[in-house]
């Protein structure tokens, strides 16, 4: 393995444990659409729950690996299991996906509010150690662009990112390694001088097309730690833990 020089960062799940940033946020938007939906009173626990786990996060903070904010480029596969819940609660299709819609592209959603007292001390403190380090740092994601600047805002990590794709970005998003190239020649580096660092299976995939010289996985996302310790070169709980990672921080 060649020296790393630069890291790309996944963003959601990886800086920070999705399920108890992004679980109260999703679940209470999940919860007002249903009452949009006019689901019955004696049904609409259990349909939010099955849309809980069906977008992959639930209100007490649990990810499910299969949820499809977990597989952007399933696309197909989560049109089907959202309208296998539609027929199961007799809904109107058309409303239900552009409920979900909303949902996945943040919109309407208290996001600065729940974010107001949440502690990113140790991503700040890792993220700023690695910039110490003297890596070029980016971070690709397919949150919107407004939303990552809301976040690594008040991550108090915006000074140290250098490069950044979002879901508004031209870019091909991932696992299409397009981001990777664009970060190598705006650096001049090579793939193997990268590491990605992602919480999805995805995000590993990213990097294995993306040939990149290093691939590190975190658990508080996804948290699916059977197939991410086959594709990571290495598995970690969370980002703070690479701190002692000897590629790295040799």
């Known amino acids: 393995m060649g020296t790393i020089r630069g890291i790309i960062l996944d963003k959601d799940g990886t800086l920070f444990d999705y399920g108890e940033v992004w679980g109260p946020v999703l679940s209470?938007?999940?919860?007002?659409?249903?009452?949009?939906?006019?689901?019955?009173?004696?049904?609409?626990?259990?349909?939010?729950?099955?849309?809980?786990?069906?977008?992959?996060?639930?209100?007490?903070?649990?990810?499910?690996?299969?949820?499809?904010?977990?597989?952007?480029?399933?696309l197909f596969r989560a049109t089907l299991r959202i309208l296998g819940l539609t027929f199961r609660y007799h809904l109107s299709p058309w409303m239900v996906w552009k409920i979900v819609k909303r949902i996945l592209t943040h919109e309407d959603l208290r996001l600065r509010e729940h974010l107001a007292g949440m502690d990113f001390t140790d991503v700040c403190r890792t993220v700023k150690a690695l910039a110490e380090r003297g890596y070029i740092l980016g971070i690709v994601t397919t949150d919107t662009e407004n939303s990552t600047s809301l976040f690594l805002s008040r991550m108090g990590i915006a000074e140290y990112i250098s490069f950044l794709r979002t879901k508004d970005s031209e870019t091909h998003p991932k696992p299409n390694p397009e981001a990777i190239r664009e970060f190598c020649?705006?650096?001049?580096?090579?793939?193997?001088?990268?590491?990605?660092?992602?919480?999805?299976?995805?995000?590993?995939?990213?990097?294995?097309?993306?040939?990149?010289?290093?691939?590190?996985?975190?658990?508080?996302?996804?948290?699916?730690?059977?197939?991410?310790?086959?594709?990571?070169d290495v598995v970690y709980p969370s980002l703070k833990d690479i701190i002692s990672d000897p590629i790295l921080f040799p």
């Open 185 to 232: 020649k705006e650096y001049n580096l090579e793939s193997s001088e990268v590491a990605v660092i992602g919480d999805t299976v995805v995000d590993m995939e990213f990097g294995v097309l993306g040939k990149v010289g290093y691939k590190v996985a975190v658990l508080t996302g996804s948290g699916d730690k059977e197939r991410l310790t086959e594709e990571a």
């Open 28 to 74: 209470e938007a999940i919860e007002k659409g249903m009452k949009k939906l006019r689901v019955p009173d004696e049904k609409r626990e259990q349909c939010i729950d099955d849309f809980c786990h069906t977008v992959g996060v639930d209100r007490e903070g649990r990810t499910y690996p299969d949820g499809i904010i977990f597989s952007h480029d399933k």
